[in-house]
């Protein structure tokens, strides 16, 4: 007789309350009412970053390619988290034995495509601090992390998508030879268990020190008022990533050491997946908000830039056959560039804003397309025609 078995056969001595209400959270309406709406603003922020830096700014990086695999793996991963609960996972173990390998099967795949995406999110990351940082002990830094990361995450990637051999033996504990398992496996229900609290606690330690890599930069004492407004509102974002990823750390460990519960892995588990859904959410979109949003401001500033050259060109055709009036309203008009001028940002390590305050200058200096004005603000304090 294997461990799963002996499990089983002690949970039948005490079999928890069958008609005992599946907890709020169990529920597969709440896990679509918690996990969509987050997931499809994470997907926005993350075409907007993609058509912010391919068709705008035309400056895509490797940071690009990651968040994209980052948010391609959060659909495959939430969608079988949804598949799983569909499936019993949620309900009691012993409940659930005629479709465990299919709620399995789900677990796999979901449990796999969040441990890869919460991978590629934080190279994603640091790849987009080495553009930032050229030199300096923040990039020193963001090159040591990029590289225990990358060792971290491709173990952890690595015996996620490969529990066991074959891989069948995740879902189908009774093949006959069994598997080799280990780790993710769930060779025996400790070890599975521990190597998911390892990789948790790992996990939110790392979330909580890459964070703190830019975090300098919001005490510079260069900045303006909108751009610490701005970097509050992302730093916001970081914490609640953060704060998810504790969560997701507690939700699990509060069943260890808890007797049989413990082995009830399919009745405890949707709270830690409702956690890791929100987590790689609120990260991708911390990833996405510096790139995006200032082409939000740009395409905002040309619509009052279209009214106000509208106006601009009426009173130059008004006065045409006065020459005095015509000078007075093109000093005007300068002044009010002159009048903005001092609203356009330019701090940062390499040139280029951590997050681009305001673009109102550029609205009336340049009194061009959205594109090509973004294009010149990113470039850095050197406007670049």
Known sequence: ?????????????????????????????TAIAVTLPFLVLSVVAVG???????HLVREP????????????????????FLGGVKAGIGQHLIYILGTLPTAMKWFYVANAAYTSTTVCIKLSLLLQYLRLFREGYRRTATLIFLAI???WGGTFSFMAWFPCFP???????????????YAFGYRTLDGGTNTLFAFAGSNMSLDILIFLIPLTEYFQPSLKRKQVLAMTGLFGVGLIAILMAVLRLWSGLKYNHRGIIMYDYTFWLPEVQVFSCLEIDFAIMCASMPIFWPSVMAAWNQIYVTKEVIVTVSVERRYDSNKDDLEMAMASSVRSNEST?????GHSTEGRPFFIE??????????KSPEETLRMSWGG???KK
């Open 358 to 367: 305001d673009l109102t200058a550029l609205r009336i200096v340049q009194i």
């Open 1 to 29: 007789m294997n461990e799963f078995s002996s499990i089983i056969l002690e949970m039948m001595k005490n079999p928890p309350d069958a008609d005992e209400s599946i907890p709020v959270v169990n529920r597969f309406s």
């Open 48 to 54: 907007l970053r993609l058509y912010t830096r391919l």
């Open 61 to 80: 990086g490797w940071d690009d390619v990651f968040v994209a695999i980052a948010v391609l793996l959060n659909i495959v991963g939430q969608t079988t």
């Open 149 to 151: 990361v990358t060792l």
């Open 341 to 345: 001028e001092d609203m356009v940002t």
């Open 381 to 383: 304090t050197a406007l």
């Open 167 to 181: 891989v069948s033996g995740f879902w189908n504990k009774t093949m006959v030879p069994p598997a080799t398992c």
